[in-house]
């Protein structure tokens, strides 16, 4: 297992928390979502919590898809998990931010705010998922305005479930356009935003996903985490976590070697 770890302890404390991001699943990528799966019944089951923080589906287009056989195989999985006695919560990313109570119910996640606070281990972290602070990209960030409000949501679910999917298809064919022409820098976080954020929660440590930049960013404010997107299509595999144990320490863990 290819792990890198913030503090180097001889002991090997119980795991405490799990914190994923950006598994993007879908029945398109079959390999992704098995990997996901069986991290689901062997990592995760360790744990005492899995924090998931956004981006874990591709779209999410209603909790009245809950029975697409695909989202009824993730949603399973997770209910079995939680089902074990892990306590799962749930951040929204920017793809599935119409998961709401049906969801949560059906698959016992807790549904938090972005962002929040935990104290987990005796440390004080800041999760969020990451895409409210890319506030260089002028374009995002107004769209992502629209799309949170409540009024849009409302209209938005109350047309037919395959309308909504054919209009999310065509988001997400227009937002890769729009990408292919930004700068690589104006789709990351914002440091005076992230520094921002620090300051407010009185935090030191942060962990986040939604950039695919996975990193530690070591600065006066304190540590930055930010969680790898998962791909396990090609020979290469991409994807990791972030551990917490009982004892505090930190460790990142990539799926290659896990």
Not at 32 to 59: C, H, K, M, N, S
Not at 169 to 189: C, F, L, N, P, T
Request: charged share 25%; aromatic share 8%; glycine share 8%.
């Amino acid at each position: 297992m290819s792990i890198s770890r913030e503090a180097d302890n001889k002991a090997q404390p119980a795991t405490v928390a799990l914190f994923v991001s950006d598994l993007h699943l879908s029945p398109q990528m079959p390999k992704t979502a098995a990997a996901f799966f069986r991290f689901l019944d062997v990592q995760a089951r360790q744990a005492r919590q899995l924090y998931l923080l956004g981006d874990i589906f591709e779209y999410w287009a209603g909790d009245d898809d809950l029975d697409d056989p695909f989202n009824r195989q993730v949603v399973d999985a997770l209910r079995r998990l939680c089902d074990s006695g892990v306590q799962l919560y749930w951040i929204a990313g920017n793809r599935d931010f119409l998961a709401a109570a049906g969801f949560a119910l059906a698959s016992g996640v807790t549904l938090l705010p972005d962002p929040c606070v935990a104290e987990i281990a005796g440390r004080r972290l800041l999760l969020l998922h990451g895409d409210a602070q890319c506030t260089d990209d002028d374009g995002y960030m107004a769209f992502r305005a629209q799309v949170r409000q409540a009024d849009w949501q409302r209209a938005f679910l109350a047309r037919a479930l395959a309308e909504r999917k054919a209009i999310i298809a065509g988001m997400r064919e227009g937002s890769r356009d729009a990408q292919r022409g930004k700068a690589m820098a104006i789709m990351d976080v914002n440091p005076a935003e992230i520094a921002r954020l620090f300051a407010q929660h009185q935090v030191s440590l942060m962990i986040h996903g939604h950039t695919h930049r996975p990193a530690l960013h070591r600065s006066a404010e304190g540590l930055r985490y930010v969680l790898p997107d998962w791909d396990c299509e090609g020979e290469t595999l991409r994807g990791g976590w972030i551990a917490l144990d009982a004892e505090g320490s930190i460790a990142t863990v990539d799926i290659a070697g896990a």
